[in-house]
């Protein structure tokens, strides 16, 4: 197949969606199954373009459960494969989202959150998945999530999706609110050289010496794709090294877990990914990602202003949780202020690596964003 | 383990199998045993290339089919086997490519997934073992359990009427829709065959006895009653209406009822490529 436009080298003035859409198809995807949701559907709209462009393929499925469903089904056919959605349809894809951690299946799915729970508010902003996106199947498991806070991050965060996906054969989330989703900024595509992009490790052993799960170093299996000829065999069932069930074994089921967790855990310094702002002096530090932390920006301007040493730590990667680098700031700083779109979620992780540190929790519903002068006053009152 | 021996050195169908899973979970009497020796005969008779071959399962008691295959075989969530199979097609259209599951899979909780691949005609070859309850749960209720059959959530009669699933393949699009026994070795075989040979959507249901979990609880006292019973009540009847073919204690009309030509959604999107394409070279020639 002929490939043409893969990558719009060029500065483009774009829909956060959109360049999601651009960003996944320069990472190498080329299956995308979704169903239409707000405020993800533009993603949708854009593949549905673009991908039979790139010699992809687009396929719009009966519900959310069948769109995870089948890219796991296309990353085991050898084909990079993404989703997206938002709030009800992650909800729905927690089925499968399970299911392709424990076949460690390589995917991508963007959430672009809207106000919840349940309908909830279809074309408001939120943030309120974050937990979910790490505890949402049944089951223990790691994955890996991403949180954009711009348009040029959308693009340049679903290609690191895509390429952590692929290095940890784990499910990977881009997990964008909606004020992100439909933003609308200048994004900046390198040419096709400048792009890295990761593909899943091969084995490198014929069929007949190949066991399919059992783990390198890095404790990630090699991945043989369907009609390679390595005849694999795939289960959620607890799976020996083999790939067959066993599921009367407690060691086989303890080795498993362990492994599916811990893949994430002991390279967690190689996956995170943080952005700092005035930290080095810093007595009191904001933490926040996606649009949280840009209104988190001007509330540290104006404090530095006011002669509070106010520092800014935004998380660009939410899952694994930077633990260690959230307990470093705190043995530094006096207070804590987290801004999150929703009634306290990530928030929890941060009290539980500040330890003794007071932690201020600035919460926000209903689709307006925090004000910087919101921050700001919580900045000024932790440090009274 | 001698029995596996044997049965890897004698039998001309164990090179298709993971004979090192054996015994199989399946109880004495089980149609799925039979199933799988038809689907692994038809593969045998067409010289199917295993490394091209994928098989796709989901939960149940005939899900473990996928298991005990020696190909590249998916055994997903309970209900999802044809939406992921639908991934795997149009992600690899040179793949063979089979989903084996169970009525309770199929058309309870996978239903909706079943109907739209139909709709979309996606090619892929789905057989059914239907065996008229939840065996691996130990006999539930069933989407096609026979009205006042007993099962263990139907304990004085079942009063729901059951899916017909060779009407519902066919109005939901299905370009070949064919019902046998698990007594119908040769036909099912050649069924399969059929269906393996030929682009889109299949559907080949397969009255499977469950002698253990179904049979005990409706008065068939042995394994080899249930065949019987299967003998007596089955009906060859090519090209018969599919809606009027429903299952009932009474009478089971078996056949193919389906054998059409229609485009694959494949081949749809195939020709949009070319077109798309061509559009392209022209906006960048010009």
Redesign the interface.
Known sequence: ??E??TVLTGKHLMQGDMACAEGAIAAGC??F?GYPITPATEIAERMARRM??V?G?Y?Q???E???M???????????K?MTATSGPGFSLMQ??I??AAM?ETPCVVVNIMRGSPSTGQPTEPGQQDVMQAQWGSHGDYDVIALAPASVQEMFDLTIECFNLSETYRVPTFLLADGFIGHLWERVIIPPLEEIKVVKRKKPKVPPEKYIPFKPDDDLVPPMAN????????????THDEHG??RTDDPEVQFKLVQRLCEKIRKNAEKIIKIKELMLEDAEVAVIAYGIASRASISAVKKAREAGIKAGLLRLVTVWPFPEKIVSEIANQVKAIVVPEMNYGQLVREVERAAKETPVHFIPKLGGEPHKPDEIFEVIRRAVK | MKAVQEFEMHHPMAKYL?TE?FPHIWCEGCGNGIILGCFTRALDELKIN???L?V?SGIGCIG?I??YL????????H??AI??????????P??TLAVISGDGDLFSIGG??FI?AARRNIDMTVICSNNFNYGMTGGQLGPTTPLHSYTTTSPYGNIEHPFNLVHLAAAAGAVYVARWTALHVQRLTASIKKALQKKGFKFIEVVSPCPEIFGRRNNFKKAIEMMRWLKDVSEIRHGYDPSKAEITMEKIVVGEFVDVEKPTYEEL?QK??IK??EK??EK?AG
């Open positions: 197949m002929t043409q436009r080329r299956f199954a039979i462009e010699g393929i396929v499925m009966e519900d459960l069948a769109s469903a089948a890219i796991i089904g296309a990353s085991w056919a050898g084909v494969a089925e499968n399970g299911l076949t369907f009609g390679d000829g390595y005849r694999v065999h795939v289960t959620g069932l067959y069930p | 993971r899973r295993i490394d091209k994928v796709v473990r996928a298991g020696r190909c590249d075989s998916f055994h997903t969530t209900g999802r939406a992921l199979a639908t991934g795997i097609r149009l992600a690899n040179n793949l909706n997934h739209h999107l949009k490529y798309v394409q392209l070279r960048n």
